[in-house]
């Protein structure tokens, strides 16, 4: 495989996948099962779930260990890290240009009549959408046993409304998230390890 | 030159405390970015947001192309996109090259299950407090229940689900209807 290949791939999948990490996850399929021989699906499966634990958005992740998937089987460590780079960059140019574009022509139109219409009935429509995609989540993380089916997960769900209970209270509403995610850290510990 | 430095540092914190998707960025833009920096309103946040989930591309990088090229131009949208991209990388290639071994330390998994479970509570609490900045008028709420039902209804089969930019091209139609309809409303 060439680093060329690579970067022309995964420049398609960032200018195709509209709505973020999970809309790669098609592409990144067509890719395992594709001549290239990067990656297979058990690769891609291990990839998604390293992906959603660790930092960062899904989407970069995967990117990022699909290309260093691809760029090990043939150079190596180095050819991984390179790899690694050259999926990533490549599936973040798109949007990047796209998303200037927008972004100026946004901002000559601000004050324009139509646009600030539309974007009043948005912004209550994205709340919604904010606000459902919200539910998704915690019915996943919260309602969900491991084998798919409904189960409350009562440490984690008392784990989560304690802590947004805390984070109504006046003086700690100044705390960073990153703090309450390190607690969460340690609280899931305490609790795995009990 | 020290503000896209600002601006690569800012969206790295940002990038190194995402987990998850898109979404899960939002309790840390809302600090960062609007309380700390002032680079933009809860409104702006949202807009960038709808914008990101409709064209192509990650949501978190197009959040971050956004606000980095208001402040910056050109240079400042790659800082910030940079800044928001490298944690990923530099701690996905250090894990693949290094720690294979990382997710089945038993300690890790569960600081997981556990920051899963605070990030539903970030989530609600910055749903909650960006709700009540958005949500203005009773034209805001009508939409905002509107577009929730028709999600719900979605989710749960009742009518075939909706995607993300049919609903944002209703909401534009409507916006653009309700506004004119209170331009009537005030020449009277």
């Given at each position: 495989m060439t680093f060329l290949q690579l ?30 021989g990067w ?28 290309g260093y998937n691809a760029g090990y089987n043939v150079f190596g460590l180095a050819g991984g890290i390179l790899g690694g780079i050259v999926a ?107 | ?92 290639l250090?894990?693949a090259a ?91």
């Amino acid at each position: 495989m060439t680093f060329l290949q690579l970067f022309y791939e995964f420049f398609k999948i960032g200018l195709f996948a509209v709505g973020g990490g999970p809309a790669t996850i098609p592409f990144l399929s067509d890719l395992a099962a594709s001549s290239y021989g990067w990656f297979n699906s058990a690769q891609l499966a291990d990839m998604i779930a390293i992906a959603e634990s660790t930092p960062g958005p899904i989407g970069i992740n995967m990117a990022t260990y699909a290309g260093y998937n691809a760029g090990y089987n043939v150079f190596g460590l180095a050819g991984g890290i390179l790899g690694g780079i050259v999926a990533t960059t490549a599936l973040v140019l798109p949007s990047l240009i796209i998303i200037m574009i927008i972004a100026n022509f946004l901002a000559k139109f601000s004050k324009n009549k139509t646009v600030r219409a539309v974007f009043y009935g948005l912004r209550p429509a994205v709340m919604a959408l904010i606000a459902s995609a919200v539910v998704g989540i915690m019915q996943i993380a919260l309602f969900t046993d491991e084998n798919g089916a409904f189960g409350v997960q009562y440490p984690l769900l008392i784990i989560t409304v304690v802590l947004f209970l805390l984070m109504q209270i006046k003086k700690l509403k100044k705390l960073h998230p990153a703090f309450w995610l390190a607690i969460g850290a340690v609280m899931g510990i305490v609790l795995g390890f009990v | 030159m020290k503000k896209l430095w600002i601006l690569f540092w800012t969206f790295a914190k940002i990038g190194a405390m995402t987990f998850g998707g898109g979404l899960t960025m939002l309790p840390l833009l809302t600090r960062e970015i609007v309380e700390k920096k002032k680079w933009a309103t809860e409104d702006e946040l949202l807009d960038y947001y709808v914008i990101g989930q409709c064209t192509p591309g990650i949501i978190a990088v197009n959040t971050a192309t956004f606000i980095g090229y208001y402040q910056a131009g050109i240079w400042g949208g790659i800082f910030a996109t940079l800044g928001m991209v490298t944690p990923s990388v530099v701690i996905i290639l250090t894990m693949a090259a290094v720690l294979q071994g990382f997710l089945s330390v038993a300690a890790v998994a569960y600081a997981l299950t556990g920051i899963r479970a605070v990030v539903c509570a970030l989530l609600a609490n910055t749903v909650i407090n960006l709700g009540k900045k958005s949500l203005v008028d009773g034209w805001c709420v009508a939409i905002f229940v509107v577009v929730l039902a028709l999600c719900f209804l979605g989710d749960f089969g009742v009518i075939p689900p909706l995607s993300s930019v049919v609903i944002v091209i209703f909401a534009a139609l409507l916006g653009i209807l309700i506004c004119k309809i209170k331009d009537r409303r005030a020449e009277k």
